[in-house]
């Protein structure tokens, strides 16, 4: 099935461990996005890549790092994980501006920090 | 910090009842989406109006935006239990394409 796929799904660190999320969608998409959904909040954004070769900083993006690998591909790495970091990740791809279809979401990975 | 602020926080209805959901937002915005969230699940997009539109529809659902008040609304109409989720608006602003989101209603549509 076409869509998002987020690797992995459940994750539990210890405080200063690295890790690497994983993303990758097959529709073609040239915008990707890393987003952390937090108890009773909305979804914030931590990076975005408008497309192949280009990332920049959204709402939240100190502690992660991101790699657009190719256009199919988008990673998220935090190389010292802090207790704050305990959320779950979703990533998500679109064309520009959320055109017609909106975004597009992966089932998100839960992670622990502990 | 946050673009959208949705109202209410928390609804319950009856099954068959509409339910109404309001989004608050700050600034000028491309488009303004709606996603619903099942427990534990990721987003489903649900509808995109587009700053130029003033109301759209899609089966069960209709949207409203209002660019001089900064403001869109929801409609679920005749509600089933399967609508139970959290419905969650979002903007994407000009001149980027990141998309902010608000903190969401929460549904409970009761049989």
């Known amino acids: 099935n076409a869509g998002v796929t987020q690797t992995p799904k459940f994750q539990v660190l210890k405080t200063g461990q690295s890790m690497t999320l994983q993303c990758a969608q097959d529709?073609?998409?040239?915008?990707m996005y890393w987003y952390r959904q937090d108890p009773g909040m909305g979804l914030r954004l931590i990076y975005y890549s408008a497309s192949e070769g280009t990332t920049d900083k959204g709402e939240v993006p100190n502690g992660y790092n991101v790699s657009r690998l190719n256009k199919r591909e988008f990673s998220l790495r935090l190389e010292s994980a802090a207790p704050s970091q305990t959320s779950v990740y979703f990533c998500?791809?679109?064309?520009?501006?959320?055109?017609?279809?909106?975004?597009?979401f992966g089932s998100g990975t839960r992670l622990t920090v502990v | 910090s946050q673009q959208g602020e949705e109202d209410p926080q928390a609804l319950s209805i009856q099954e068959g009842e509409n339910a109404t959901m309001n989004c608050s937002y700050k600034t000028s915005i491309n488009n303004l989406q709606w996603y619903r969230q099942n427990s534990g699940r990721g987003l489903v997009h649900l509808i995109l109006?587009?700053?130029?539109?003033r109301e759209k529809h899609s089966g069960r659902l209709r949207v409203t935006l209002d660019t001089s008040k900064k403001s869109s609304s929801l409609l679920i109409t005749a509600s089933r239990a399967a609508d139970t989720a959290s419905y969650f608006c979002?903007?994407?602003?000009?001149?980027?394409?990141?998309?902010?989101f608000g903190a969401g209603t929460r549904l409970t549509v009761k049989p």
């Open positions: 109006i587009r700053s130029n539109e």
């Open positions: 529709m073609n998409h040239n915008s």
């Open positions: 998500a791809s679109s064309e520009w501006g959320g055109d017609a279809w909106g975004y597009t």
């Open positions: 979002a903007t994407v602003l000009y001149n980027n394409n990141d998309m902010r």
